[in-house]
């Protein structure tokens, strides 16, 4: 009875901590925050991943993402790549099929484990490193990658509203093939940026986000810097809000960015970018603060079907909150880090990011701060600032 009264009390005075029980209570109060209208247990699926209950509401039941003097807090989520489906060249099915015929949730499974937290943010956006096609594969990589169209119920099941469509695998299956992807991404109501063009996403608090998204490779670097800045002011001209602007670049398997990356990093910063999210290493590199905003080199993979046993399973999803006036002003007051595996499971890939708990949550965050010195010693001409801490919970206080 005492448990109990100590529970209302914390709801009314607006600062519970959401709780899961599972075999063990565990602290999951990273993935929720608030005031909550009415006291509620969340329940876990066994591996102590929320699937039920209500983020927070203010007592009133008014939306709490208004405030007083007419803005609106918006949150953003990003993950690196998200590879489906397999080569065509290959005989015998693929590993990610081999694993969707034992799922019972079918292609809701490889986001089970997250979607309830991409269902409380503002916008979803990922990488999309693959295509959807039934198309033969165009390219003579060394990897291909395609799943059917109707493999995009990956990405709607999982509460993601965009992705970032312009990597080193999106044109495996041709012209043909990169059609079908939009195709199916388009009739799905997913939003896509790549070389075809930006994308606006309006959040239902009517806050107007542009997405931008490019490669490096071949030369590209000079065509981004002739080009950046008119594309971001054109997004500006359209009453975008929020400006973000994705890269794929950097070498694969590097934990920092390289010469090249870093200098495109400001200059896009510079151009008017509210933030910047890299990925193409497979790797989660450090995060920069760069003249007041964020730039995430490399978030790693995400739900990656390329690699059964990848020798590194490490990743994060990065959440940043901005306080924004439409039409007037942004500005960004927050972001946290939510550690994942890109697996269920600890020996094999199962496609299925599942975030981290407790000490191993704490190893991820100690992996990017041991990366800070070497990024910071790399880059010393440019005095690039490393940010100091990866914080999993949320600092700001409505």
């Not at 709780?19 to 005031?35: C, H, I, M, R």
């Not at 208004?66 to 065509?88: C, E, F, K, M, N």
């Not at 870093?262 to 760069?290: C, F, K, M, Q, W």
Request: proline residues 4%; charged residues 20%; hydrophobic residues 35%.
């Amino acid at each position: 009875m005492k448990a109990l009264n100590l529970l209302l009390l914390l709801c009314i005075l607006g600062l519970f901590m959401v709780s899961v029980v599972n075999a063990e209570t565990l602290d999951l109060s990273q993935f929720a925050d608030g005031e909550l209208q009415e006291a509620e247990i969340w329940t876990g699926d066994g591996n102590g991943i929320p699937q039920t209950g209500k983020w927070y509401q203010r007592m009133d039941g008014s939306d709490w993402r208004y405030q007083p003097d007419g803005a609106v807090i918006v949150t953003v989520s990003a993950t690196g790549d998200v590879t489906i489906g397999g080569d065509r060249r290959k005989k015998g099915t693929n590993v990610f099929d081999k694993q969707l015929s034992k799922e019972p949730s079918g292609l809701a499974f490889p986001m089970e484990n997250v979607r309830q937290i991409f269902a409380e943010d503002d916008l979803t956006l990922v990488n999309f490193e693959g295509t959807l096609t039934n198309t033969k594969s165009a390219t003579k990589n060394t990897y291909s990658f395609a799943a059917p169209p109707e493999y995009v119920e990956v990405l709607t099941s999982g509460n993601i509203e965009a992705v970032s469509l312009e990597n080193n695998h999106v044109m495996d299956h041709g012209e043909q093939g990169y059609m079908d992807t939009c195709t199916a991404l388009k009739n799905a109501g997913i939003l896509y940026s790549g070389h075809l063009g930006p994308a606006v996403y309006v959040t239902e608090t009517g806050v107007r986000i542009g997405m931008l998204a490019y490669q490096t490779f071949n030369g590209n670097y000079k065509n981004i810097y002739a080009s950046i800045e008119s594309d971001i002011a054109s997004l500006r001209s359209q009453g975008c809000d929020l400006v973000i602007v994705s890269y794929h670049w950097g070498e694969e398997k590097d934990y920092v960015p390289n010469e090249r990356q870093v200098p495109l990093g400001h200059a896009t910063i510079d151009a008017g970018a509210d933030v910047v999210l890299g990925h193409h290493s497979h790797r989660i590199n450090p995060i920069e603060l760069y003249h007041g905003k964020l730039i995430c080199y490399s978030l790693g993979n995400f739900s990656f079907a390329g690699n059964v046993r990848p020798d590194d399973m490490d990743t994060f999803i990065f959440q940043q909150r901005f306080r924004v006036i439409p039409g007037r002003s942004a500005e960004w007051i927050d972001f946290r880090i939510i550690p994942c595996s890109i697996s269920s499971q600890e020996k094999f890939n199962d496609f299925r990011p599942t975030p981290k708990l407790g000490e191993e949550a704490d190893k991820v965050v100690g992996r990017l701060l041991e990366l800070n010195p070497k990024f910071e010693k790399m880059h010393k001409k440019l005095e690039v600032e490393a940010i100091k801490t990866y914080p999993l919970y949320w600092n700001w206080q409505f």
